[in-house]
């Protein structure tokens, strides 16, 4: 069975070029500039004994989720300058009612009960009193208390039952009779308390891994859903007041939000959320024509596998009347047709858009058995 992969001489078994934002988190096809923005702040905030804080805001398709990828990739990479242990989640449903349990679940199953136990006895051994230093940081008697259970496990082994309970607890379950039986107090749902019990985790992480605790949270535009409910907006907008506050020196936080200017939800973009962020928000434009020609050869670059082309030998894609590497997987003239194209319409200029249609126009080149996209491609296109 043809493929665009096998027809266009696609490396490490692609079907197509259309980017991957996990398994391509290495690499940044565009928005170059507001990933050197973001690594500037990033640089700024360890050297200055600060937490990472950022929004990063765009259209729809036009690379939020990559760019947020590629972050959780570069500081992977980077671990001596920018020792950071990262938790990337992307929210899910989000009704009209729903508070920040609905993402903190999330938050705290990306580091783990087992994780957090084993933590809390390296804190332990380094000499510390892990209740009395939380009380010190100014985390609530009901969140330490949940902490100080996780004493009476055994790193390794399964969890007991009352390790489980104080877990589900601070992760904002319901945990009912027994959550009172163990001395937790009722379920979290205040914006201080989800809060701080992420404070406590990072404060942890920060003492036993010598690591800032980074959360990466994909998909903010879903908070739109609460803006209908003005006390459940205040939540939202009082919890992401203090995860971006500079008091807070024990986490590190960064949103993405998908949406037109005049459309991004209240819950993140308020005045008082703004003025703790400053100039830290970082807006993902659209591709200018320059742009445009440079995210696709660096797709060609990256995706194509220049030894299998070469080895045509004139035969394939080489003897293609209009072949030049400079422009495949089009002609030269097809090349700038396409890229004049998204010149004259600027609002679909954007990375998932772009990468659509290179899919379309390959696909109708491989159907007319053509090597190379040119202009006849286009023309069956409406390009």
């Given amino acids: 069975m043809r493929t665009l992969g096998t027809w266009f001489h696609l490396r490490d078994g692609r079907r197509s070029f259309k980017p991957d934002p996990l398994i391509d988190k290495q690499q940044m096809f565009c928005h170059q500039d507001v990933q050197a923005e973001v690594q500037f702040a990033i640089d700024k905030a360890f050297a200055t004994g600060e937490t990472i804080k950022l929004l990063l805001w765009g259209d729809w398709g036009v690379g939020k989720t990559h760019t947020l990828r590629h972050l959780e990739y570069w500081l992977g990479d980077h671990p001596s300058e920018y020792p950071s242990r990262v938790v990337y989640v992307e929210i899910g449903d989000v009704a009209k009612n729903s508070r920040f349990g609905v993402v903190h679940k999330d938050l705290l199953d990306g580091i783990g009960l087992q994780s957090t136990i084993d933590m809390c006895f390296k804190y332990m051994r380094q000499g510390n009193d892990l209740v009395s230093d939380l009380e010190g940081i100014g985390i609530p008697v009901g969140i330490r208390q949940a902490f100080h259970k996780f004493f009476v496990a055994v790193p390794g082994q399964a969890p007991p039952d009352i390790a489980v309970a104080a ?80 008091e807070n020196r024990f986490f590190g936080f960064v949103y993405t939000v998908s949406g037109k200017a005049d459309e991004l939800p209240r819950a993140l973009f308020e005045p008082q959320i703004e003025n703790r962020l400053g100039k830290r928000v970082y807006e993902l434009k659209t591709l200018g024509p320059d742009d445009v020609k440079r995210f696709l050869m660096n797709l060609r670059d990256s995706f194509v596998d220049r030894s299998l082309l070469d080895a045509d030998a004139g035969k394939d894609t080489r003897g293609s009347k209009g072949y030049s590497w400079e422009s495949f997987p089009f002609t030269a003239r097809a090349l700038d047709r396409f890229v004049e194209y998204f010149q004259r319409t600027q609002e679909n200029s954007k990375p998932r858009d772009i990468v659509q249609r290179l899919d379309d126009a390959a696909f109708y080149a491989m159907k007319a058995d053509n090597r190379l996209v040119d202009e006849g491609t286009l023309d069956a296109l409406g390009i």
């Fill in 167 to 246: 877990w589900n607890f601070l992760r904002g379950a319901d945990v009912g009779k027994t959550g009172v039986q163990l001395g937790l107090g009722g379920q979290i749902t205040d914006s201080k308390e989800y809060y701080y019990v992420l404070a406590a985790l990072g404060h942890l992480v920060g003492k036993v891994e010598s690591r800032q605790l980074v959360f990466l949270v994909d998909e903010a535009s879903k908070l739109e859903a609460v803006s209908d409910v003005l006390e459940v907006e205040r939540h939202w907008v009082n919890v992401n007041k203090m995860i971006f506050d500079q």
